[in-house]
């Protein structure tokens, strides 16, 4: 019970060439994982720029005096 079985050491072998055997899986699934979050913020990105507003496009404003004259027209054309 103190001491691994052949089994146990086989297993252990088995993940351990798993994890660290050829050409750096470790350091390849790391790049991978990199670049899915580099991918993730770009597009994070430029959703936030599409749904930005364009700073060079005139402001448009109502003219309060231009409002109330629409809205007493639009009230007595009701009445009528």
Known sequence: MGS???WHWLVVGAVLLL???GR???SDM???V???IKAF???MSED???EAPKS???LKTIDHQAAADMKRRAESESKV
């Open 24 to 26: 750096g899986k470790i």
């Open 34 to 36: 990199a670049k899915g």
């Open 56 to 58: 060079d496009a005139p």
């Open 41 to 43: 913020k770009k597009g």
């Open 48 to 50: 936030e720029t599409a």
């Open 30 to 32: 790391m790049g991978d």
């Open 4 to 6: 691994l079985s052949i």
């Open 19 to 21: 994890v660290f055997g």
